[in-house]
């Protein structure tokens, strides 16, 4: 019930192109849903996350999606670049700001030119 | 920026050993974390700290582990009897009184021999 599963495992997309990750979980008590972005040899940074009171956050180029009913979250990344190849993680917690976080398996992500 | 900083960034250990990994927070953050990632695996929590004890810990962190924050600026983590299993990167992170959001340290790479 603690799981939080995330697909796909790898990514290609065209440069100018939109990168889509899912995310699913199970656990109704997960309140806080972050997304991390890692580049090799780094630790995870946090990219953008939302809170289940809202169906969309937009920050940029990167926007969350929220399906609170489906317990489904996913991150679009809209003109992707060749420095958004990274790894990419979801999360998800009880109570906001709580950093016993659950995460994802992670998406390898490759923007080709 | 402020950043975590953890030492080594690679450990090689034989299987049997005590290790045991720093980290230096970011100065005004009280909340601390580990995290490992086994290679090509998902981030996992081990244990949070606060206020000089242990506040949540996972079912990975068994009596082989434990954690210290020795003096203001160090938390480390001790493996006391390493196994092969152990071999991941290992993340600390800390966060502030606000729980804006954990920042994460670059890793340590412990490979058990």
């Known amino acids: 019930q603690q799981q939080v599963k995330q697909s796909p495992q790898s990514l290609i997309v065209q440069k100018g192109g939109i990168s889509i990750i899912n995310c699913a979980y199970e656990?109704?008590?997960?309140?806080?849903f972050p997304w991390y972005q890692q580049f090799p040899g780094k630790g995870p940074a946090l990219l953008i996350a939302i809170r289940p009171d809202v169906s969309e956050k937009k920050e940029g180029r990167f926007t969350i999606s929220f399906n609170k009913s489906a317990k489904q979250f996913s991150l679009h990344i809209m003109d992707s670049q060749p420095g958004d190849s990274a790894t990419y993680f979801c999360a998800a917690s009880i109570g906001f700001g709580n950093e016993k976080l659950t995460f994802g398996t992670g998406t390898r992500l490759t923007i080709i030119p | 920026e402020p950043e975590v900083t953890q030492t080594p960034s690679h450990q090689v250990t034989q299987m049997g050993q005590e290790v045991i990994l720093r980290c230096v927070p970011i100065s005004n953050h009280l909340y601390f974390y580990w995290y490992r990632q086994i290679l090509g695996q998902k981030v996992e929590f081990l244990v949070s700290?606060?206020?000089?004890?242990?506040?949540?810990k996972s079912e990975i962190f068994d009596d082989q582990f434990s954690v210290e924050r020795p003096d203001g600026s160090n938390f480390t983590l001790k493996i006391r009897s390493t196994k092969l299993e152990d071999s991941a990167m290992y993340f600390c992170?800390?966060?502030?009184?606000?729980?804006?959001?954990?920042?994460f340290g670059q890793g340590t790479r412990l490979t058990v021999v």
């Open positions: 700290f606060y206020n000089n004890e242990i506040s949540e």
């Open positions: 992170a800390s966060s502030d009184p606000g729980f804006s959001q954990a920042f």
């Open positions: 656990n109704t008590a997960f309140d806080y």
